[in-house]
């Protein structure tokens, strides 16, 4: 499997380049997965239904599935910040890319999204994990860089660059269990 973490600011452009990488791999007949950081509180079901019943209930876990989907739900009794190698570990391993959304301080090969009109820095300078810049604005960097520039507008550019360099990208099986 390989891994290709994409971070940046809010408002930068990484969920919509997640979102339109996931189809354009799968157009080159690769499976794809995505783990997302959340900042913040959120929920993925609704006050009466039957999962957050048997949750309010004080399930730990509830697992709901149907013939085309399956979800996993854990409550945590504290307070808990997994890292991104456990969650990959939830993963099926039988998938050929895993996107990164977020978690812009991992030891992940990363894709730095960045636009000079969002007025905020760039980090590619001191993170040794970025291995590219995908922005709209190449000729405003803040630092020149021997790392590839990519078209954060051209969506095709960046597939290739992954699948061109996925040796980069291959995950380490070991991290799953740092």
């Known amino acids: 499997m390989n891994v290709a973490g994409f971070a940046g600011y809010s408002g930068s452009g990484k969920t919509t380049l997640v979102e339109k990488l996931i189809p354009a791999l799968k157009l080159r007949g690769l499976r794809v997965s995505v783990v997302k ?13 039957d999962t957050w019943r048997h949750r309010e209930a004080g399930a730990f876990e509830v697992v709901v599935a149907s013939p085309h989907r399956l979800a996993l739900i854990r409550e945590f009794e504290q307070a808990a910040e997994l890292t991104v190698h456990q969650l990959i570990a939830e993963l099926s391993a039988d998938v050929d890319w895993v996107l ?19 007025a905020k820095p760039a980090h590619y300078m001191e993170d040794d994990f970025i291995v590219a810049i995908a922005t709209d604005s190449p000729d405003q ?23 061109n360099n996925q040796q980069r990208f291959l995950y380490s099986l070991e991290k799953r269990f740092d």
């Open 37 to 49: 950081h959340a900042h913040h509180s959120f929920d993925i079901d609704h006050p009466g239904k």
């Open 100 to 118: 990164v959304e977020g978690f812009k301080k991992s030891d992940l090969p990363k894709i730095e999204i960045w636009r000079a009109s969002s």
């Open 141 to 163: 960097l803040p630092a020149a860089t021997l790392r590839p520039v990519l078209d954060l507008n051209d969506v095709n550019a960046v597939a290739d660059y992954l699948v």
